[in-house]
């Protein structure tokens, strides 16, 4: 081999009933299994290349070098794939996203989705989606989500083997739209690599974990009914559950911001009067609101209007981690 290249392209998802705390930090072996809605509209490309006889890895970012800590996690994903392919060289690698990273917009979930799926691929090996998704798992847990598209189950497992994600439901299912909702675009202070490592700090976290089964339930029957309310209550009620914990671990997690608060108050009291909408948040201040097809319009006008608010992306269910024939070349800046 000379050399060997790939490009994959992978979306980000909202957890709808979330992942926090890991059993195992090491193996990324999560507290309790997740649901989530991969988004359409948003994405980030990856192109892998490994070069025969090249020593390190090199990561550009959007066609800028990337900072040495990121270089560092991506650089033990890609020695995972190095060890199952048998292979020896270091790789070139670019990533290009278009929505912001770092943010609480799960970022990581399209990167290490993108990244394995092409790691995977210039490496030679052939593997199954079940396979993808346990070795994304190990980036970032969220990405073991991201390999599928639709509405995704991501199975707690009590080994490597045994925890993956699969697909629930494909997106046609049932045309929910997420609004993220951008309050802010500067970066969290605290990753949720941190965050996880911290979960088991709060008192909290056990009565969450011990609770979960009944909501994944809760949450796959509403979505199986495409039952709105039903869906409505377990996915704020979750979300409120993992900021109890954030909130009550040691030392504090506080990802809320003033106006965060504001939207959680504003988008119960619309579905109160009758709008199909609900919140969720993940690790930084801005607002996933989940809306019915019907009420998504609506929904998307009133929060442009709202003070705070820089900006709505609208993303409905979208595809899951896929493999493109060559790195776009128009818009390309890498
Ligand atoms: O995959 P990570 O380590 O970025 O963790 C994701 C954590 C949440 O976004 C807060 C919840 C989730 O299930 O996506």
């Not at 739209?177 to 675009?185: A, E, G, K, T």
Request: charged share 20%.
């Amino acid at each position: 081999m000379a050399s060997q290249t790939a490009v994959a392209a992978a979306s980000p998802n909202i957890a709808l009933i979330k992942y926090w705390g890991n059993r195992d930090d090491a193996l990324r072996l999560p507290a309790n299994g997740s649901i989530s809605m991969t988004l359409a509209g948003l994405e980030t490309l990856i192109e892998v290349t490994f070069e025969e006889g090249r020593a390190g890895d090199s990561l550009t970012l959007n066609g800028r070098a990337a900072p040495e800590e990121v270089l560092s996690r991506v650089s033990q994903h890609l020695a995972r794939v190095r060890e199952l392919a048998g292979l020896r060289a270091g790789a070139r690698i670019r990533s290009r996203s278009n929505f912001p990273s770092g943010t609480g917009l799960a970022s990581s979930a399209a990167a290490f989705a993108a990244l394995t799926l092409a790691a995977v691929q210039a490496s030679g090996l052939r593997l199954e989606a079940r396979f993808l998704s346990r070795l994304a798992r190990r980036g970032s847990g969220s990405a073991s989500r991201s390999i599928f598209g639709g509405f995704v189950e991501w199975h707690a497992g009590k080994s490597d083997k045994d925890s993956f994600a699969e697909p629930l439901a494909p997106g046609e299912h049932w045309g929910l739209v997420d609004l993220v909702v951008i309050l802010s675009r500067r970066r969290k202070p605290t990753g949720s690599t941190e965050g996880h490592a911290l979960a088991a700090t709060s008192p909290l976290q056990a009565a969450r974990v011990a609770d979960a089964p009944r909501r994944l339930a809760e949450c796959r029957e509403a979505l199986r009914a495409r039952d709105f309310a039903r869906l409505a209550a377990v996915v704020e009620h979750d979300s409120n559950l993992m900021h109890a914990v954030m909130l009550t671990s040691r030392p504090t997690l506080l990802y809320w911001s003033p106006e965060t608060v504001r939207l959680m108050g504003a988008i119960a009291a619309w579905r109160e009067a009758g709008m199909e909408a609900c919140y969720t948040i993940d690790a930084g201040p801005n607002v996933h609101c989940l809306c019915a097809p019907q009420s998504a319009q609506r929904a998307a006008r009133r929060l442009q209007s709202l003070p705070g608010v820089l900006q709505v992306l609208r993303c409905p269910a979208g595809e899951g981690a896929r493999l493109l024939a060559a790195w776009p070349r128009l818009s390309s800046p890498g």
